[in-house]
Every structure is written in C-alpha cells, then in structure tokens.
C-alpha cells in the first residue's frame, strides 16, 4: 500500500471516530440520536461507521434500561428492608419481667409515701364529699396553681409527640390553642372519683370531689390535669385522632393488648401525663427521690381490683402499656428494691380487655356532651 494511501485510509477511520464520538455525545445528551434536537439534517456519517453506530443505538438503552431496573430494585430491596426493619423494632415483644418489675416497684413506692394517690378502686368504695370539705379545697386549690404550668408541659409533650409520631404541625398548633383556652377548675360531687371535660364547655376541667381528695402531691394532679388538658387538645373535630392511633397501634404491638375503639385516645392521654410528671421532676428537684415523685404520675392504678370497660384499659394494663411505650420511664423504676407481689392474674400478665363483668369507671375518665359528640 503506498504512503498516500495510508494517509487517506488513517484520515479516514480517524474522521469516522470522531463522527462516532458526536453520534455517541448527542445519543447520551438525547437518549436515541436520531431525535436528537438541534441534530444537523445534513449530517450524514460514513458508511463505514454505521454499524458500530447501530451497535451502540441498540445495545445503550438496553444497558441502560437494565442499570435502571437493578437500581429500582436495590432502591426497593432497600425500602423492604428498612420497612421489615422498622415493624420489627414495633413489634418486638418488650421484656415483660422488666415491666412487672417496675410496676412491682411503682406500687411499693406507693405503700411509702406519705403523699401517694389513692388508687382507683379505693376511691370508687368511698361516697363523695360535700365541696366545702378541706380536702376538697385544698385540693381545688392545688389543680388552679398546677393549672399553667401543665398547660405549659403539656404543650411542649404535644410537640415532641408530633415529631415522634409524624403528625401535620398544623394539627398540634390547633391541638396547643384548645390547650391554652381551659381557665377554670370546678368540684363537682356527682363525678365521685373521675375528672371530666365537657365539649360544651371546654374552658373548665371539673373533678369528682373525691378525686381532688385522693391526689395529695403535685405530681398526681399534674398528671391527670394533663390528661384531661390532650383530652382538651383533641377537641371536638379530633384534631389529634391520628396522633391517639399511632400510639394505641405502637402499645398494641409491643404488649399484644387489643387497645382499640376509644381507648388509644385513653391511653394518649395518661402517655402524655407521664412526660409531663417527668419534666415537672426535672424542672423542680425536691429531696425526694426521683422514683417516688414519678411513681406518682401512674401510681392510682395501683389496684387490686383490675377491672375494665369499653373506654379504658385496666388501670394494671394502662401501667403495662405506659411501660412499654416509654422503656425511659421504666428504667427510673428497675432499681427500686420492691418485694415480689402476690401472684395475680392481673398484675403478672395482661388479662384480655372486656374479661371482666364489672365497669370501670376511672378517675381520669373524659365525659362528652351527647349532643356534640
């Protein structure tokens, strides 16, 4: 071959690799080169070329159809993962020892302290006590001084509730304004033992003469006034109904209670008035100990009867449930050095709710206006 040849021959292939090289620029830029915009009409590549030119139009979107398709995959391989890992943490059956153990230690701390709530069944064998009673006064008194501050707690419990459940902003913003409106606290003798909020009147939060009796410390009424103040929050349009669901289907899971109907929205509450007591302990230390003041919060459900309605669990599985939704709350119990307690079907395993005959009517019990709910 002569030396103008070669030259012509090297000219060539090199104009036909460059010819590729824009092929194969505009096919990446566009996805296919013969729609390519702006792609020159008079543009016509070597016949030489054509075939690593189909090669390439024809092998590419495959590759990367395929790329795609394994991403897709990995990216849902993935998801499936972090979703199968997720529902089981959930699901993950909580160490029940470790929860009878710290319910074992509440009630101890409760035969302690000279202070300690009256539990539920106590209460409810008792008759109610005229309103000018000192006791009732006293502690009349005490919920209108606790007022604010739980207002205050409560609120701020509401927000981290929001952000650890996912619940829209907008709803704990209306939830906080239900909050901040109840002004008023009022003794009523005919709810004996139970705290209430009307929807016709959701400025007041009355309690059963005997109630106010039965919760001697400030951490007690601070817990039910929080409880009665998410029931506020909820309002009448159930702002915070996705919120009581999130939490009754998480203690559902971790305890294997049936926790439906009305009583997520029950549950929330006595949640919410736990991480209240538990700030109020934070926020003003006392030479008390830390695990008697918060015993405090949940110990009226101390009981011996452990009896259930269709509203409420039980107070000895609301205690288990509280446990299990807050292994925090637990801990603060594990080093109390309480004594076994009798054995009990209903303090060493979770009875199935609605087994009992008896209703319960619990003194933190949310009353509606029939007519608005």
């Not at 080169?33 to 020159?40: D, M, N, R, T, V």
């Not at 106010?212 to 109904?241: K, N």
């Not at 939704?325 to 004594?339: H, I």
Request: with cysteine; net charge neutral; aromatic share 6%.
């Amino acid at each position: 071959m002569r030396d103008e040849d070669v030259s012509l021959e090297s000219g060539v292939w090199s104009l036909e690799l460059e010819e590729t090289r824009l092929v194969c620029r505009r096919f990446w830029s566009s996805g296919f080169w013969l729609l390519a915009p702006g792609f020159p009409s008079s543009f016509i590549p070597h016949p030489s070329s054509l075939i690593l030119i189909l090669i390439i139009a024809l092998v590419m979107p495959f590759g990367v159809l395929a790329q795609g398709v394994v991403r897709h995959r990995a990216k849902r391989a993935g998801g499936a993962a972090a979703s199968r890992s997720h529902e089981s943490v959930l699901a993950r059956p909580v160490a029940r020892l470790l929860i009878e153990q710290a319910m074992s230690a509440v009630c101890f701390e409760r035969t302690r302290d000279s202070l300690a709530s009256v539990p539920i069944d106590v209460m409810q064998a008792h008759p109610s006590l005229p309103l000018a009673h000192s006791s009732v006064i006293v502690g009349r008194a005490r919920a209108e001084r606790l007022l604010p501050l739980a207002q205050k707690l409560v609120e701020d419990a509401l927000r981290d509730l929001g952000d650890k459940y996912k619940v829209p902003a907008w709803r704990i913003r209306v939830a906080i304004k239900h909050v901040r409106g109840v002004q008023r606290i009022e003794p009523d003798m005919e709810l004996r033992d139970n705290a209430a909020v009307y929807l016709a009147d959701q400025h007041t939060i009355r309690f059963g003469t005997i109630f106010l009796a039965s919760l001697p410390s400030d951490e007690g009424m601070t817990s039910i006034l929080a409880h009665e103040l998410t029931h506020v929050a909820d309002g009448p349009q159930d702002i915070l109904h996705v919120l009581f669901i999130k939490i009754g289907r998480r203690a559902a899971a971790l305890t294997g209670l049936a926790i439906t109907g009305r009583r997520p929205e029950e549950l929330s509450c006595d949640l919410v008035g736990e991480m209240v007591v538990r700030e109020l302990v934070a926020l003003a230390p006392t030479n008390e100990t830390r695990s008697r003041r918060l015993a405090r919060a949940v110990e009226h459900n101390c009981v011996e009867l452990d009896n259930t309605d269709q509203v409420h669990l039980s107070p000895r599985n609301t205690l288990r449930a509280l446990f299990a939704l807050d292994a925090t709350y637990e801990r603060d119990f594990l080093d109390v050095a309480a004594p076994t307690l009798p054995t009990s079907p209903s303090i060493n395993r979770a009875q199935p709710e609605g087994s009992r005959r008896t209703p319960l009517t619990t003194p933190h019990a949310h009353f509606y206006h029939p007519r608005l709910k």
